[in-house]
């Protein structure tokens, strides 16, 4: 196969170029007198769709393709090792923006990677200090109005930056691998909690939490379940695991296995962000889950949309024609709780009903709620 992209590439260069292989599946080029910029991109697009072609190896046609990260001299560089180094920011640039794509150096990327590096740095010290909590909001039952569940959101409370949003570090925790050790902390500190508020005379309601695919395909997923139900003395029934549709269709096989010893011992699984992803009735049958979860850009516009309308009404009825329970997430204001109480939709979650807060505000929140 290497043997193969070589010849290919061979095929999209001059004789006056040079072609190396780095290591792995990385391969430089070096253009001499490449002329414009315009000329460099309209050769990394001609490499791109080369490498599009499928190869034929024995008899197996195997596809791939290039992400690519330019760099040019003088203005990125006048040696060796610092173009290198922004022709490869530039290339993992290309890889987040969807692959197969090319992708000249830019300081702002400079800088960005420098934040990236500071950020990750920051991460792991705030794991060795203990700087993250968990905010929960509240999910209520359409038709009774009580409280059935929480999900458990983890922030980031830096000593220097204050209340660091989610968005900003989960995707770093995520490539660094660094959600793993945080998703076992929120675990433990979720069931821990759903205990807690037990054991202070709160009626007992779920506690949700979101699970990576990262953490889901580590082989010792169960294990840290099991722990966590058993340091809280929390029964799995409160306990429910929410899951992207992307982590079902990954290695079937074996997440199908996971899933079924999750569900073997009594924890609960929900599909996060349903309509989203690779939606498939094959995958609801299969992994047995228990409850789909409406995204949020349907239930936004369910109002003022009618497509919007007819695809939250279509999920709640395959949801309950499969014996799920369905739950909006995102909802903003009565006239869309009034429409989902119309679809028939079990459950809802949103600001109009609590933004999520800390465990003794959420306590405070369920005693309010409370029948005197």
């Not at 038709?143 to 900003?168: F, T």
């Not at 995520?174 to 037990?198: D, N, Y």
């Not at 779920?206 to 395909?217: C, I, P, T, W, Y």
């Not at 789909?292 to 349907?298: D, E, S, T, V």
């Amino acid at each position: 196969m290497l043997q193969a992209v070589v010849a290919r590439l061979g095929t999209c260069v001059r004789e006056s170029d040079t072609i190396s292989r780095q290591g792995g599946d990385e391969f430089l080029i070096v253009l001499r007198d490449a002329g414009d910029s315009e000329s460099v991109s309209r050769l990394a697009d001609k490499i791109q769709q080369r490498m599009g072609e499928p190869f034929l190896i024995g008899q197996h046609a195997l596809s791939t393709s290039f992400s690519i990260g330019i760099s040019l001299f003088p203005d990125d560089g006048d040696d060796f090792d610092s173009l290198t180094q922004k022709a490869d920011t530039a290339m993992y640039h290309a890889k987040h923006s969807g692959r197969n794509a090319h992708r000249f150096f830019t300081e702002q990327m400079n800088v960005q990677a420098v934040e990236h590096m500071h950020l990750e740095t920051r991460l792991r010290r705030a794991l060795e200090r203990s700087e993250f909590v968990l905010h929960y909001q509240p999910q209520i039952d359409l038709a009774s109005g009580a409280i059935v569940g929480v999900e458990a959101l983890v922030r980031w409370q830096s000593p220097d930056h204050g209340l660091v949003a989610p968005a900003k570090f989960i995707p770093i925790a995520e490539e660094t691998g660094l959600i793993v050790p945080l998703g076992k902390w929120v675990l433990g500190e979720a069931c821990r909690q759903a205990s807690a508020w037990q054991a202070a005379g709160l009626p007992p309601f779920s506690v949700a939490v979101n699970l990576s695919g990262v953490q889901f395909r580590r082989s010792d997923l169960l294990e840290t379940v099991i722990n966590s139900l058993v340091l809280a003395d929390l029964d799995s029934q409160w306990l429910e695991l929410e899951l992207t549709e992307s982590i079902l269709i990954h290695d079937a096989e074996a997440t199908l296995d996971t899933a079924r010893r999750l569900k073997a011992i009594g924890v609960k699984l929900s599909v996060d962000d349903f309509g989203t992803g690779y939606s498939s009735l094959a995958y609801l049958k299969r992994f047995a889950v228990d409850k789909l979860k409406i995204a949020r850009p349907f239930v936004r516009d369910l109002v003022s949309n009618a497509d919007d309308a007819a695809i939250v009404r279509a999920i709640v009825q395959m949801a309950h024609a499969l014996k799920l329970r369905a739950i909006a997430e995102g909802v903003e204001d009565a006239e869309v709780a009034a429409q989902l109480r119309l679809c028939q939709c079990d459950e809802i979650q949103g600001y109009w009903i609590a933004r999520p807060m800390p465990a003794d505000a959420l306590a405070a929140f369920v005693l309010g709620r409370q029948p005197a």
